[in-house]
């Protein structure tokens, strides 16, 4: 029985798989409170399950790249429950997550939204196989005249001229791919992509 | 377990991931780790550094907790956690972190307020709190005084800083004197190895004019700024800083505040005892001055031991055990991290 879950972009949603179907699942979409919304979204997909905790096999958790106070939530989470459950814990690429749900036939990038007037994003071929590592850039860095999934190609439609579904991850996706052991596994480590915003301090000010 | 609840409590507020383990008001763990030493050289913590630390080390000290304790997480009452005041995104993570303890292995979830649970950390020191008492909590983050009829329930805001906390000065003075973060030890060790309160530095909020308005609230910017000017002052003509004097003035102008509103305090709630705590009341001279001050009026002084007095797991889980006996309602699923809880919130 298989937990999945997935915090980095503004969609907080989870997935429960017993091993052939996705047998109970919750999403909500809501950029600034995933510390309220994911454990009850956990507590409403067990529940549509009728799954206890206890019954969890194995914790699957989306490790971004994504906004990092968003994308902690979920992965702190995945590792506290996987602890005292005494359960594996492994992680996706949140836009190989996006990529399951893409429904076309030709090459195509995921790129999700970063903040700053940046996306995160990769490239994939025509079967969904990522061509690319994850990386943070410009939407014209990143720009791609093929079809764009995630939330970064609707944001930035200049660079991403063929926007298609899916916006967001969904953990029914990420359960289906990791349940089909189609999944490229990653320890539960976030993908922050960027170094903490932090200057040493400027000399002193005179106060005279 | 009526009398003597399990409780974990889990502190993610500022710098230190702590994970606590008590029964009643008995410690059983208190596994902390610190990122202290990542935040030295920006002289002062920096919110994401301290995040992504609070990540790394969330569950490593779930675990040593557990294994100090000698208790299986099963075993436990409830969980207790720090849901503000602090730095949100720090917050965060121990509000998640504990919510999926919670919810993994059944249990209820208290989201506490961090300056309560410095209060209720005492209890593990010197036994059940007063009927009334007034806490001076000191640290990095908060100058406040509070009137507390129940840690559980009625917590009472008489006053606190207007601008930087006594512990933020203490950094900022520090690092003036080329002394390392966090300044706090290092001014009182400076002040202890020789030196003298040689200047009169100011105290702020204590003129007649100031007590009407603010007889419970403190001030030490300018207190910070003249200590600079001082220095300065010094620089410029070309002659030595005596760093241990300056360091014993600037730090009896603090204590000298401190201990005087604190006292007061008391005596107009009727209060016979007086807390302290947070990272400041590890402070030597602090100590010394508030039971010399409240003895002179027979008001006992109950401060726990320095681990105890800067942030820890403990003293979310004293809290938490507190709860669980007097049958508080446990918080939500939906809980969030308030980085700015009022101190009246116990529990959210």
């Known amino acids: ?208 | 377990m009526a009398d003597d609840p399990l409780v974990v409590g889990i502190e993610t507020s500022c710098d230190e991931t702590g994970v606590g383990i008590v029964q009643g008001n008995t410690l059983l763990a208190d596994a902390i780790a610190s990122s202290v030493e990542e935040h030295a050289r920006f002289g002062g913590v920096v919110p994401e550094v301290a995040s992504r630390a609070h990540l790394e080390a969330m569950v490593p000290m779930i675990e040593r907790a557990s294994a100090e304790a000698d208790v299986a997480l099963d075993d436990v009452d409830a969980i207790a956690v720090t849901a503000g005041p602090g730095l949100a995104g720090a917050l965060l993570v121990g509000v998640a972190a504990a919510k999926a303890l919670a919810l993994s292995l059944g249990k209820p979830l208290y989201g506490v307020n961090h300056l309560s649970a410095h209060v209720a950390v005492d209890q593990l020191e010197h036994g059940p709190l007063p009927e009334r008492c007034v806490a001076l909590l000191v640290s990095g983050g908060h100058s406040s005084l509070l009137l507390v009829d129940d840690v559980t329930a009625a917590v009472e805001p008489l006053g606190a800083t207007i601008d930087d906390a006594a512990g933020e000065a203490f950094d900022k003075v520090a690092r003036l004197l080329g002394l390392p973060f966090p300044g706090g030890p290092h001014i009182d060790n400076a002040a202890r190895e020789g030196g003298h309160i040689t200047l009169d530095f100011p105290r702020g909020l204590t003129s007649n004019r100031d007590l009407e308005r603010h007889r419970f609230d403190f001030s030490f910017s300018g207190l910070k700024t003249a200590v600079a000017r001082w220095v300065e002052a010094r620089e410029q003509r070309g002659e030595p800083v005596p760093v241990a004097d300056v360091a014993a003035s600037f730090q009896e102008a603090v204590c000298d505040v401190l201990t005087r509103k604190a006292v007061d305090a008391c005596r107009a709630t009727g209060a016979g005892h007086l807390v302290i705590g947070g990272g400041v009341a590890a402070n030597s001279r602090l100590r010394v001055l508030a039971e010399e001050r409240a003895a002179r009026h027979q008001i006992k002084v109950r401060v726990p031991r320095p681990a105890l007095c800067t942030d820890n797991g403990a003293m979310v889980a004293a809290l938490g055990s507190e709860l669980v006996r007097r049958g508080r309602e446990p918080s939500a699923w939906d809980l969030p991290a308030d980085s700015s809880m009022p101190v009246t919130t116990v529990v959210a």
Do not use: N
């Not at chain 1, 919304?37 to 958790?61: E, F, H, K, N, Y």
């Not at chain 1, 990092?68 to 992965?75: K, P, S, Y």
């Not at chain 1, 001229?161 to 990791?178: F, M």
């Open chain 1, 1 to 208: 029985m298989l937990l999945a879950f997935d915090t980095s972009t503004a969609a907080v949603t989870v997935a429960v798989h017993d091993g052939s179907s996705v047998v109970g699942s919750h999403a909500v979409v809501d950029p600034l409170r995933h510390g309220e919304l994911l454990a009850p979204g956990i507590v409403a997909a067990l529940d549509a399950a009728s799954v206890s905790p206890r019954q969890l096999t194995r914790i699957v958790v989306g490790v971004g790249p994504g906004p990092f106070t968003g994308l902690r939530v979920g992965i702190v989470t995945a590792r506290t429950m996987g602890a005292v459950l005494g359960v594996p814990v492994v992680g996706v690429c949140s836009l190989d997550v996006v990529a399951v749900g893409v429904a076309v036939d030709e090459p195509f990038v995921v790129a999700t939204d970063a903040r700053r007037k940046e996306v995160y994003w990769a490239r994939y071929d025509a079967s969904g196989t990522r061509l690319s590592e994850p990386a943070v850039a410009k939407p014209s860095t990143a720009a791609f005249d093929g079809p764009a999934a995630g939330r970064g190609a609707v944001l930035y439609p200049e660079s991403f001229p063929r926007a298609v579904a899916p916006e967001y991850p969904d953990a029914s996706d990420l359960a289906r791919l990791v349940g089909a052991q189609r999944a490229r596994l990653l320890p539960p480590e976030p993908l922050y992509l960027r170094r903490p915003d932090v200057a040493a301090p400027a000399a002193r000010k005179s106060v005279l």
